[in-house]
């Protein structure tokens, strides 16, 4: 009796350092094909929201960071992605090349942004800059360069100049060394942070061989890791496939898109990115109506990059974005739902086989009464419950595997146990 009594001490003891573990908030990190906390897998499910900080700023809307956060949580959703640039203009947080608006960044904005999604429990991809015109974007760091007397051609010299670069690298420095006001962390050094991500959805139609991109990817990727190589860090690409894989043109949504100037798996061999990015619009991209071709494209697409970031890539890819919008012909909301559940279903497959899908972020997650932002694609939770009920599942999917193994897992288990089906999670 004794001697099993002494066995319950000892696994309630176990258990005890296993949960406080599992509590710890530590650095997401990449193992082979998988994220892991501590040891632990870490599937995301996850929501783009890139407005949080610009929100922030302005005691009137602040009040819906927090709202959005909580929602999101709720919803048990893990990692959201939002800007941390705002490029001249309105609310902008870098004024002027190296110049940066205080009151943008501390507490009452991007700070506080972060402090609050550590509150929820929520991680954060922060991008850098953007690739079209919106929150400045490089078009914004070209103006720069022009107004300080520089010759430039065009919007792509954001990836060659090199005064624009040192323009771009001082952001990056900003960012990554800044101290949060509120909780005196440097994002450095912050498990809130689960990775930077480079630019939202670059491209460089200047040079279709992709090279000038390539070439900028390398010295970006290189800059950030020399500051922080702690973090993980991702490009921001949609996924189109380049020069360096003629054999996957065929999975393009559209024939120029090898002419975009990038190239998925040329541009995530680069040394210092650890994991890859996909996005996913079927309308705009295919078509402009809804058609049936767009399910069939998100199984080809999905199943295409999960295989690059296996056998090819041998790192996580994240669906990061994805979307059907409101403003295309053949919308409804059953339509919506069948669409993310497509994406959901194909991530799903891949983790029960151990595979390289890491997770995904939807496009895009709103509060209540900021429809006004919409750009067609937002979700608001608490009017939309059928797109709840599958985000919320699927939350539940991912938290299941995340937690089926103990830390000493190494992934077994994961291949030898039945997952439950959507169906069966509804019972």
Same mark, same amino acid.
């Given at each position: ?5 002494? *066995? +319950? ?42 407005? *949080? ?72 991809? *922060? =991008? ?50 800044? +101290? ?32 000038? !991109? ?62 890859? %990015? ?16 767009? !399910? ?96 919320? !599942?699927? %939350? ?19 291949? =030898?146990?039945?997952?439950?089906? *959507? ?5």
């Amino acid at each position: 009796m004794k001697f099993i009594e002494g *066995l +319950v001490i000892i696994l309630l003891v176990w258990l005890k350092e296993c949960r406080a573990v599992e509590n710890e908030w530590s650095m997401v990190e990449r193992r082979d094909t998988q994220f892991v906390v501590n040891g632990s897998p870490f599937y995301v499910n996850g929501f783009n929201t890139y407005w *949080l900080m610009v929100f922030a700023v302005d005691p009137s809307t602040k009040p819906k960071v927090t709202s959005l956060l909580e929602e999101a949580a709720s919803a048990g959703l893990t990692v959201g992605r939002t800007w941390a640039f705002n490029d001249g203009g309105w609310r902008a947080l870098q004024i002027s090349p190296g110049v940066y608006d205080e009151e943008v960044f501390k507490a009452s904005a991007l700070d506080f942004v972060v402090s609050e999604a550590q509150k929820y429990k929520i991680r954060l991809i *922060l =991008s850098l800059v953007n690739n079209w015109d919106a929150y400045g974007g490089k078009a914004q760091y070209v103006k720069w360069g022009r107004d300080a007397g520089l010759n430039l051609n065009s919007n792509d010299d954001f990836f060659s100049n090199p005064t624009l670069k040192d323009y771009f690298k001082a952001h990056i420095k900003a960012v990554l060394n800044r +101290v949060n006001t509120v909780t005196n962390v440097t994002y450095k050094n912050d498990p809130t942070i689960f990775a930077w991500e480079l630019m939202n959805e670059p491209r460089c139609q200047s040079d279709p061989s992709g090279n000038t !991109l390539h070439a900028w990817i390398e010295e970006m990727a290189a800059y950030v890791k020399s500051l922080d190589a702690k973090h993980m860090l991702e490009i921001g690409m949609e996924g189109f496939y380049g020069p360096s894989s003629p054999d996957r043109l065929k999975f393009n949504p559209y024939s120029s898109a090898q002419q975009e100037g990038t190239d998925f798996v040329r541009n995530h061999q680069t040394l210092g990115i650890d994991f890859a %990015s996909v996005h996913i619009y079927t309308v705009g991209w295919i078509d402009q109506y809804i058609i049936p071709r767009h !399910l069939s494209f998100v199984k080809e697409w999905t199943a295409a990059h999960i295989e690059d970031a296996e056998k090819t890539l041998k790192m996580p890819v994240v669906f990061a974005e994805f979307g059907v919008s409101e403003r295309f012909g053949g919308y409804n909301v059953s339509y919506r739902d069948t669409f993310m559940q497509s994406v959901y279903e194909s991530v799903l497959n891949s983790i029960r086989k151990g595979g390289g899908a890491g997770g995904t972020l939807v496009w895009q997650l709103f509060p209540e009464d900021t429809e006004y932002m919409n750009d067609g694609f937002a979700i608001v939770l608490s009017k939309s419950p059928s797109t709840a009920k599958i985000i919320s !599942l699927q %939350s539940t999917r991912l938290s299941m595997f995340n937690t089926r193994c103990n830390w000493n897992c190494r992934w077994a288990c994961h291949t =030898s146990q039945s997952f439950p089906t *959507l169906y069966e999670l509804e019972e």
